[in-house]
């Protein structure tokens, strides 16, 4: 959907990230992705998830979640996620 799309790579997120002062760069890295997950937290019963997929242009919020921060290389280092876990794909998808 366009608004996936735009959430990883729409200008700004993990790659825009400043650094700031007296914190590590991977520490504001790691407070970004949290805050992004709290975004699309949400819970959705059965039901209305369906319904959402089917009604609704835009993905699922856990979706959109898991998509963005796992083509985050920043990310991964945040977290020290390794080639083969579940958040880092073998395959990036680079938008814009």
């Known amino acids: 959907s366009g608004g996936a799309t735009s959430d990883n790579g729409g200008g700004g997120g993990l790659e825009a990230l400043r650094p700031l ?8 890295a790691a407070i970004f992705s949290a805050s992004f997950a709290q ?7 059965a039901d209305a ?17 898991r998509g ?3 083509n ?5 280092e945040a977290f020290q996620c390794e080639k083969g876990d579940p958040m880092v794909p073998s395959k990036r998808c680079r938008v814009w």
Do not use: M, N, Y
Not at 21 to 28: A, D, F, L, M, N
């Open 39 to 45: 975004l699309w937290c949400e819970k959705i019963t």
């Open 21 to 28: 002062p007296g914190v590590p760069q991977g520490s504001v």
């Open 72 to 76: 985050s290389a920043l990310f991964a």
């Open 68 to 70: 963005v921060l796992s």
């Open 49 to 65: 998830l369906r319904t959402q997929v089917e009604s609704d242009p835009h993905a699922p919020g856990s979706l959109r979640t």
